[in-house]
């Protein structure tokens, strides 16, 4: 599972999550994406999500699609494991 950060067409950010093949945030300034990165507790994942920000990757139109109807029906949440769970077990 992971999370890629596209800039949208109106100059915002958006997640989309591999796991739900779906945006999971739209919308999002700069700080937004930072907040969400920090509260996941791991400095990783705030240096992650400034990377792919400078990347400036931007949504593909069919992703401009998806976020249309992300507004209209509001945006799917990532289920409750933490990020990097395989499901596996020792």
């Known amino acids: 599972m ?5 800039k949208q067409s109106n100059g915002r950010f958006a997640i989309f999550s591999t796991r ?3 945006y999971i945030v739209i919308d ?4 937004e ?12 994942y705030l240096a992650s999500a400034r990377a792919q920000m400078a990347k400036d990757v931007c949504v593909p139109a069919e992703g ?3 976020i249309e109807e992300s507004r209209k029906r509001g945006t799917p949440q990532e289920p ?3 990020i990097g769970a395989t499901g596996f077990t020792s």
């Open 2 to 6: 992971a999370w890629r950060i596209e």
């Open 20 to 22: 739900l093949k779906d």
């Open 28 to 31: 999002a300034d700069a700080d």
């Open 33 to 44: 994406i930072e907040r969400i990165y920090a509260d996941k507790g791991t400095r990783v």
């Open 64 to 66: 401009e699609a998806l």
């Open 80 to 82: 409750p494991e933490k």
